[in-house]
């Protein structure tokens, strides 16, 4: 039976963009890639959603994650989809 397919949206609206989330697509991308080779992800981009103020965001399997920082986004990962530390 194949793994469930998670879906990890990266909130590319303008006051995320600039506060680093262009950087969380390539860690993500990166971590996705090197680890975890039976896990099923699509990793795309989004619009604003809406919470700008707490941002950068992202969304994983519909659930927002707020305040998202560099350093951080590894654990992120690990707790909500269970991935593997690099």
Same mark, same amino acid.
């Given at each position: 039976m194949p793994a469930e397919k998670t879906v990890i949206e990266i909130c590319l609206g303008s006051s995320c963009?600039?506060?680093g989330n262009k950087d969380i697509v390539k %860690?993500?991308?990166d971590i996705v890639a090197k680890q975890n080779?039976?896990?099923r992800i699509t990793?795309? $981009?989004t619009r604003c959603t809406g919470h700008c103020s707490n941002g950068p965001?992202?969304?994983i399997n519909?659930? %927002?994650i707020e305040g998202v920082s560099i350093s951080?986004?590894?654990e992120i990962l690990s707790r909500e989809l $269970?991935?593997?530390r690099i």
């Open positions: 963009f600039s506060r %860690i993500v991308q080779p039976g896990v990793l795309r $981009g965001n992202i969304v519909g659930k %927002i951080d986004i590894e $269970g991935i593997k």
